[in-house]
């Protein structure tokens, strides 16, 4: 008997409605796909939830996998105060949500698992897609795992770590000169010369990746005793996990499971790549293509996200915000971060931190808002330079 309460799949723009239980990609006007539930037959209760394996996979009845359950044991990651640096920030009730602590060192994990165990279900043999690293790296590891081929494009300059955990793991690595959407378009060509036998796995072109991600929104409520935060803090790139957290919290509004006002959400970006926040500062519901993005947090690199009306549809929605930082300070707010909590984030975590400290300073965040930042990653998979001085062993020690 299957676990999920999956119904359906719709699409968010036009209202077109697809059978779950076939292969597919983009609804035909070419908006992403949704995955839809037949919530009304869920009688789980939040108390009934609390006695299962501390994996995401504690929310099976709103998860679309049906028999086929890939895993490496992801979720459940710690929600972490971060008391010094909130201090500092102005923030004391700082709560920073750790998925660099999950498999394969970032957050990726949660929309692989799902995806490649829905692929696997529905008979996938082979798929293909373009990242920026750790999506590669996540899908190409759940791909092994579920014995299915990969095929991935990545950009040149995409983080060393990544290109090698993608390839240990065996999938067939493009590398291309530009950024994401010029692997994309090679990932397009590819499949379209592959004659059917490579399914797109590219970023909300298949439906099945945000329902891994929004397991993250899930575990925050459930982490605060089934109760919201203020503010919710994400790094946006392709914003799928903003995308999925904010249809969390839709769900488990309609399931009764929370109450009163949602959380508001802050996209964060780079200034080297802000098409979300030029968007939102516009009053717009679609983003321009960023000309030449650049910025050292790379997984914030995607100068038009497909999903961009979803991303700015939960801003508005939520009272939420669109705010972009400088590299300087996200690479200075990573630093502070490890020497004041210990804790080693990614350039894209450290992003949602410098945007805490702006967004203070600019009145939006008041002391006394609870407030969730999202660490995407673990910040050891990012090996650019960090000024790290080193005493001689003859000097007096310090302090």
């Known amino acids: 008997m299957s676990l999920s309460h999956l119904s359906h799949l719709d ?65 459940m990651t710690p929600l972490l105060p971060l008391q010094r640096l909130g201090l500092e920030l102005g923030v004391p009730g700082l709560l920073m949500k750790d998925d660099g602590l999950i498999p394969t060192g970032s957050f990726k994990a949660r929309g692989a698992a799902v995806g490649v165990s829905r692929a696997a279900e529905l008979g996938v043999s082979a798929f293909a897609m373009p990242s920026n690293g750790n999506a590669a790296s ?74 891994g991600k ?40 309609e399931l009764g499971w929370i109450s009163g006002p949602l959380p508001r ?11 979300i926040v030029q968007a939102f500062e516009a009053g717009k519901r679609t983003a321009e293509q960023w000309p030449d993005p650049r910025t050292v947090a790379f997984g914030l690199t995607v100068p038009k996200p497909l999903g961009d009306f979803l991303i700015l549809d939960a801003l508005y929605a939520t009272k939420g915000t669109a705010v972009a ?13 490890a020497q004041l909590e210990g804790a080693f984030v990614c350039p894209e975590g450290a ?23 999202l660490n995407t990653g673990a910040g050891m998979k990012y090996p650019f330079e960090v000024s790290a001085p080193a005493f001689d062993p003859a000097d007096t020690l310090p302090g």
């Open 11 to 75: 699409c968010p723009r036009c209202g077109r409605q697809y059978d779950a239980d076939v292969i597919n990609n983009l609804c035909e006007c070419g908006s992403p796909l949704l995955a839809r539930y037949d919530l009304a037959s869920i009688t789980t209760r939040p108390g009934d939830i609390a006695a299962r394996p501390h994996t995401m996979w504690r929310y099976h009845e709103v998860l679309p996998v049906r028999e086929r359950v890939i895993s490496l044991g992801e979720g």
């Open 138 to 211: 996540a899908w190409a590891a759940y791909g092994a795992r579920a014995g299915l081929r990969s095929v991935v494009a990545m950009p040149v300059d995409a983080p060393s770590i990544t290109r090698t955990e993608t390839v240990i793991s065996g999938a067939q690595l493009y590398l291309v000169r530009g950024h994401i959407g010029d692997a994309g378009r090679m990932i397009a060509d590819l499949i379209a010369r592959s004659g059917g036998a490579l399914f797109d796995a590219s970023t909300l072109k298949e439906p099945y990746r945000i329902e």
């Open 351 to 373: 992003a949602t931190l410098a945007a805490v400290r702006k967004l203070r300073e600019s009145g939006w965040l008041a002391e006394n808002h609870r407030v969730v930042v």
């Open 325 to 337: 930082v400088d590299d300087t300070d996200t690479v200075a707010t990573q630093a502070r971060c």
């Open 214 to 253: 929004k397991t993250m929104g899930y575990e925050i409520i459930e982490q605060l005793g089934w109760r919201c935060p203020d503010v919710i803090v994400y790094p946006t790139g392709g914003g799928v996990g903003l995308i999925g957290i904010y249809k969390a919290l839709q769900e488990m509004q």
């Open 265 to 275: 959400l802050v996209a964060v970006q780079s200034s080297g790549c802000a098409p």
